[in-house]
Every structure is written in C-alpha cells, then in structure tokens.
C-alpha cells in the first residue's frame, strides 16, 4: 500500500501549509513506514534545516498516517488524535532542505484509545530521531 499526493489527505486531518508527511510506502496492523522530503517553504524550516518542532510534528503525523491506513483497511474514517506525552525523545540531526525522511512507526500498545508507538526518523542511514509518544484518538 502507498499512499502520496492528496491521498495523504485521506489519512490525517492536518491540510497545507502544516502537512508533514507526503508519503506512506508501507503499513500493517503493527508498523508503518512514512517519509517527507523537507522542503524550503515548510513551515518548520529555518536556516536551511528542519527545527526540531518540524521533526515531532512529522513523527506525530506519521503516526497519525498509520492509524489512518488501519482506520481505511477496517472500514473506518480516520479519527483525530492528540499528543498527550513525548518520552526518551533524542533528536540527533536537524534535516536540511532536500533531505527525504523514512520514518518507522511502530505500536508498542493500545488500550481504551491510547496508543503509545515508538518512532525512528532516518536521513538515509543515519538516525536523526527516535521517541515514544503517546497519542489520545477521539471518538467520533
């Protein structure tokens, strides 16, 4: 399954200029995997390089990408989700323009409409961030 373009639309509820992901290559019940390319008119770019708000937010969308893609496979419409916690977060390089994010999401666990992942940014081979982040899905 790849989803790009406007079908990226179709999976989270953020829409331009904050869209912080432009491709799914790949999703299961478990793991996904997601990417952007960073571009210079992102929102999140300053001097060059993505800040590191631009890097939490394309984790939280990513991981907002692949509840979605569960959400389409099952039948649903994807639901709205909110960061309720960010831990061991280590940002490690802050992308530049022209650099293309693959990112790997995985659920560690979901009980009552939590679910906590865990995420891995790569630039190529190199990891620029890693985080567990909680996220709250609201109920229609």
């Given at each position: 399954?790849?989803?790009?373009?406007?079908?990226?639309?179709?999976?989270?509820?953020?829409?331009?200029?904050?869209?912080?992901?432009?491709?799914?290559?790949?999703?299961s019940?478990?793991?996904?995997?997601?990417?952007?390319?960073?571009?210079?008119?992102?929102i999140?770019?300053?001097?060059?390089?993505?800040?590191?708000?631009?890097?939490?937010?394309?984790?939280?969308q990513?991981?907002?990408?692949?509840?979605?893609?569960?959400?389409?496979?099952?039948?649903?419409?994807?639901?709205?989700?909110?960061?309720?916690?960010?831990?061991?977060?280590?940002?490690?390089?802050?992308?530049?323009?022209?650099?293309?994010?693959?990112?790997?999401?995985?659920?560690?666990?979901?009980?009552?409409?939590?679910?906590?992942?865990?995420?891995?940014?790569?630039?190529?081979?190199?990891?620029?961030?890693?985080?567990?982040?909680?996220?709250?899905?609201?109920?229609?």
């Amino acid at each position: 399954m790849i989803f790009k373009g406007e079908y990226i639309h179709q999976l989270i509820p953020q829409r331009p200029p904050i869209v912080m992901v432009d491709v799914v290559w790949s999703a299961s019940e478990t793991e996904a995997e997601a990417g952007l390319t960073v571009r210079q008119d992102n929102i999140f770019v300053d001097d060059g390089k993505l800040r590191e708000a631009g890097l939490i937010e394309h984790i939280a969308q990513s991981a907002a990408a692949f509840a979605g893609c569960n959400n389409i496979l099952s039948g649903e419409k994807p639901k709205l989700g909110f960061i309720g916690e960010i831990k061991d977060c280590c940002l490690s390089v802050l992308p530049e323009v022209g650099s293309e994010l693959r990112t790997h999401v995985r659920l560690v666990t979901e009980i009552g409409g939590i679910r906590l992942i865990s995420a891995e940014v790569r630039i190529g081979e190199t990891i620029a961030a890693t985080c567990l982040m909680k996220i709250f899905l609201k109920d229609d």
